[in-house]
């Protein structure tokens, strides 16, 4: 489903990713992990055409992302607060996402009721602008965002970052049922122990580097936290 072809991003003479091929098949999980800095964060952003390789392009069913929005019909995507509209809302915004994808507010009420154990009630309800939301309530509002449209794509950022311990575990459920429904998966995250839980392949990056794509199994998890601490 998504193929990565010789793909570079230099900023300045630091070359922050360079990876000759990676595929990723329909209906795989994958757990992208790595240090700061390791290009996990480069890697979603050129996925999603945020920014401009400087060599080789990634394709989305075959169609390179930066030359086609024909992607954007079936894809999910939440890295951080600056895809939220500060000026909204939380509910203004669900309502907003769901209206590019066909979705009038009743689906949009259905949904919500459908994911409530997620966030408190409140959150969508009272008359707060999302620019004064924490933290962790503007993740809510993009990983819901992400998730509305039941995306056959869906691409997300250190998701279980600033949720309470209830709230991870709630997205780490919800996660392994779209996995189980069939959507194709690409978290990145450090925490190891949820993305071995949920993902069926793990991609590690190391400065810019893929040094290793492992099938998740019973002894992955302590293969990476080996590998960390040997990388100590």
């Known amino acids: 489903m998504i193929g990565v072809r010789n793909i570079q991003k230099n900023y300045g003479t630091k070359v922050a990713l360079n990876i000759s091929h990676l595929d990723i098949r329909k209906g795989d999980c994958i757990g992208l992990v790595g240090n700061n800095g390791a290009g996990k964060t480069t890697l979603l952003s050129l996925m999603l055409d945020l920014i401009k390789a400087n060599n080789g392009h990634i394709e989305s069913k075959g169609i390179k992302v930066n030359t086609s929005d024909d992607w954007k019909n079936y ?38 009721k459908e994911n409530s154990g997620f966030f408190e009630a409140e959150l969508f309800v009272r008359k707060k602008y999302i620019r004064d939301l924490s933290t962790g309530n503007k993740n809510k509002v993009g990983i819901l965002s992400t998730l509305l449209s039941a995306p056959e794509l869906i691409i997300l950022d250190e998701p279980f970052a600033s949720l309470d311990p209830t709230s991870q575990a709630w997205l780490k459920n919800r996660l392994v049922r779209a996995k189980e429904g069939g959507s194709t998966m690409i978290l990145s995250s450090h925490d190891l122990n949820h993305v071995t839980d949920v993902s069926n392949r793990v991609v590690l990056l190391e400065n810019g580097e893929l040094v290793k794509d492992l099938a998740t199994d019973s002894e992955t998890l302590s293969e990476l936290e080996h590998y960390f601490m040997l990388d100590k």
Not at 97 to 111: A, N, Q, R
């Open 75 to 112: 894809t999910g995507s939440y890295l951080d607060e600056r895809f939220l509209i500060p000026h909204l809302t939380a509910r203004e915004y669900l309502d907003f996402v769901g209206s590019l994808h066909g979705l009038d507010t009743g689906k949009v009420d259905k949904f919500l």
